[in-house]
């Protein structure tokens, strides 16, 4: 059992290594998003994040990069290696997003809901018994 007043530091990093990625203590939320966007960036049917407080989590390296994909939206990535690392936004200008995929344990950060299930893919099926939200307003988590 964990020691409750121990923090948790999660780590991961890009493909290459040039890029590490650093989250403290307990994450906010994890999701899969189905939106178009996800989808382009990532070339993947769905994305999956893990959110953390952007004061908690961050990503370093000399070969971290963003990418403004629409206004006030960016994706971080290695610019070495390719590797999709990150998601910040404006509207979440507290939080970090971090593809769940990256972190060295992944398997920590199960699915809490799906969001943009209104631009989901017709052959994708949602996991079972998950929450499905059309949008991610803040009104719907």
Known sequence: MRDPKQVQIHKGGCMCGTVRIKAVGEPLWA???????CRLATGADRSAYVGFASDKASASGDSFAEYESSPGIF????????????????????????????MEEANAFAPMRNV??????????????????????????
């Open 116 to 141: 943009f299930v209104k631009e989901k893919l017709s052959w994708v099926e949602l996991e079972t018994g998950l929450p499905a939200r059309q949008t991610t307003q803040r009104a719907e988590r």
């Open 75 to 102: 994706r971080g990535f290695c610019s070495k290696c390719g590797t999709r690392l990150t998601y910040r936004g404006e509207a979440w200008a507290e939080e970090l997003h971090i593809h769940t995929g990256v």
């Open 31 to 37: 999701a899969t998003c189905h939106c178009k966007d």
